[in-house]
Each structure stands twice: as C-alpha cells, then as structure tokens.
C-alpha cells in the first residue's frame, strides 16, 4: 500500500479486520513513532493516507505523543469496544465536553473572583462556564463589548460577517464554474446547524465538491447581524438568502436557509507522483 492510494476502511493498519461491520470508527488518526492519518475521499468509502497531524484531537496510540496527552479509560472503551452507531453523537458530544473542558476550569478562577462584584456577572452557557465581558482589552487598549450599545454605532444599520473570504472558497466556486484540474478532487468537510429546535451540536458533513448535489453559492457563509438601536434599518430582504440575526423582545434570533454551513476545511488531494 503506497502513500496516497486509495483502500478500503479495513485495509488500513492498526485497524483490527474483524468486527468493523456496522460499528463506527471514532478516528482515523495514529501516532507511531510519527503521526499517520487516513481520510475519506469518496462516498463509497475510501481512504486516503495524508500529511497531516492534528492540532487538537483523539488518536490511537500505544503511548501518548505527548506527555501531557492523557487517556481516559470510558472513552477508550467507547472508541475500542462500545462503538455502535447508537452511541456515535453521544460520543462526539463527550469528546467535544473534553476539548472544553480545559477552558471551562481556566474561567472558573476569574468567575470566583468576580462573585462578589455588585453586577454578579456570570451565566451558564452550553458546555462551558462564561462570564460576561465587560471589556476587550489587548495590550494598552481596551475597547468596549456590545458593539451596538456604544453610542455612536446608531448610525451602523447592521454588521456584516463571513468567516469564507478563503483562497479554498474561490477554488471550491472554481470547480464549480468548470474551471477545475481533472487531476485534483476537493473534499470538503465541517458542520451545518441542527434545526432541530433547542439543538446544539453541528451536524458534520463530508462532500466531494464534484458531486452534482452540490449547490454552494457565494452567499453561503455570510452572516447579517442587525442593529436593533440603528436609526436606519437595514431591509431584511436586501440580503435574502443569507443568516441574519436580530434582537427581538429580548431575545437573539436569526432567519436564513437552513441548514447552513457554520465552519469546513477543503482539502485537495492529487495523486503522489
């Protein structure tokens, strides 16, 4: 098997041959002396080996790449034995708690010490613990939250986002106006929004840019977040087709094509020479 071949989910080492059928595999990333890494590049389920190691991630290992690495022995079972598609979301949502968790104890120092504060400042939010910020402060600069309380912002009708504006977006609309390398497919992966209502977590997403189903526009990833103390509004229907969030009796609400896209990476994958 050389680098960069296509095989299939059992063909990969460290993978145990029996037993795969019907049970998820939690991650397809190793440390062996050295990181290895597999990914999907097709629907019909086959992998690729790539130059990659992960930033933040769960791994299969015989020791930990790093010292600090720890092994929680529930996961492990999870990953190894008790890895049935009933329990896959359940599983992403405890590893996610995980990649939390470290933040969420570094905050609960700052929370305690502001517990006496008159405002009492300090809100649960999803898996972390939060506190209200007061104040963005960088060096000797301190520039106020709540961008839209500020007194001169009135005259800001709305404020508008896209975390796109990447070199992968125009080569993913490129492929998709023809001017694709017939040498070069694109894959593409990330998390749509749940509209389930009161959900929290991401629905992931894998899908070959290629693929006739795929139907990215432009406007895909912008966001329109409006000002509700603008002296001018700003027409909701200018920026049809796009996620927009307002402040409506109190409350954050937004309005868009659902679902959509909230984050993704694009690789490009060619064959080794």
Partial sequence: ????????????????????????VATLSFFDNGWRTWLETEAGGCFSEVHAWPAEAFYYSVAPA????????????????????????LFSAIQDDIFNLSASLAKLKLIHGSSDEADGSSWMAATEVEKEIADHVVGGK????????????????????????????????????GFGDPNVRLLRKGGFNDPAPGAVDEIPFEMNIEDPDNRERWADEIE?????????TLPEEIFEGTAQFFLEDGKYVWRG??????????MSLAPKD
């Fill in 257 to 266: 094509p659902s679902p959509r896209v909230l984050y993704s990476w694009t």
């Fill in 142 to 177: 301190i520039v106020p939250a709540n961008f839209f309380a500020q007194p001169d912002t009135r005259h800001v009708s709305a404020v508008l986002f896209s975390n796109a504006g990447t070199m992968a977006k125009f080569n993913r609309m490129g492929v998709l106006a």
């Fill in 66 to 89: 790093d010292p600090n690495d720890i092994c929680i022995e529930f996961l492990d079972f999870m990953a190894q034995r008790a890895n049935r598609p009933n329990v896959a979301r």
């Fill in 1 to 24: 098997m050389a680098f960069g071949d296509g095989v299939a989910l059992s063909d990969i080492p460290y993978l145990t041959k029996a037993g795969l059928a019907g049970r998820f």
């Fill in 224 to 232: 329109i977040y409006h000002n509700p103390n603008a002296l001018v």
